[in-house]
């Protein structure tokens, strides 16, 4: 007994931060697992761009030798594009991962995406092609369905199943839902029950407790925490001492949020500085905006952040006012 209310406790699974186009970016998913993720991905990457060797699209499936394993995200509404992108993508990836969530219209226009979830037979066959082209592991993340008719995940999932995919990430809403409502996660539980393969659950998990809720809920081998992670890295940590799976001090030493949120910016800065060419990303900005939300004094700051004119100014001054926060809570 390690002393925490029944509700937390809970046996370890494997914490993912989820794909998210414009956040999970390289030096950002390095950090990530610095702060206690298991898995990271890319944000979803158009097969059309992919296999047409569009530079800009290459350019968000590059990893470093310390991502392990590497799992890229492809999306796309062709079958042929799709399999195309395994075929290019597989020497530099361990796990490739397929997208069946994405709501942005743009996506679901093009018949990819979440929109694909109103055509099993369609995702069940680009499973199928796409896994027939591969050497490595292909995984699927998936909302329930579209929101119109009945939910299609489940089915999905068994057939995908017995097509030979590994993983399934399940976010707990509709197509319809975008981010509206909350996971339903007993629809997850339903899949976990319904397939043998090792069931992700997905949807509104914010810290220990919603962590613990969701596994005891779903009964998922693991959880992948999106939004909850964005300007707050350390969530896998604190999920992890929280439910008493760790017992480790973070790399930042002690459990003050504002130290800790001082160290991961200097981590971001540093391992941007180490992948990227130009030594920083262009998410950098949306970092700092996320990084120092709701911390006091941050929209006073931010205001200075129009007149910034690089992105290296940008960066040392957040770092100087994270480290000015640390300062006076220290303090206080
Ligand atoms: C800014 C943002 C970008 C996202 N981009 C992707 C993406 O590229 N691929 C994907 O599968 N899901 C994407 N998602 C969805 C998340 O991976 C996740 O499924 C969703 O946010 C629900 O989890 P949460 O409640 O923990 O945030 C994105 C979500 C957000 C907020």
Redesign the pocket.
Known sequence: MNGLPPLLMVEPVPLFL??????TDLAYRLLACETGADLTFT??TAASGLSRHAKHSWLKVESDPRESPFIP?IFGGDIDEMVQTVKLLQDRADIIDL?F??PAPKVCRNDAGAALLRNPNKVVEMVRACIEAADIPITV?MRLGTGSGPNTALEICQRIEAEGVERICV?GRTLRQR?SGE?DWSQIRDIVEAVDIPVIA????VDAKSAAACIEATGAAGL?????AIGRPTIFHEIKRDLGWLNQKPHWGEDNPAVARSWCWERYLQLSSEVYEEGYCKNLKRHAVSFTKGLPGASNMRVELHSVQNQQQLGMRISRYLKELTSTEVAA
């Open positions: 989820a794909p998210m186009a414009g956040v944000e979803f995200q997208n969530g994405c993340k976010h981010y996971s997905n949807g509104d998990v992948m925490i999106g939004r909850g």
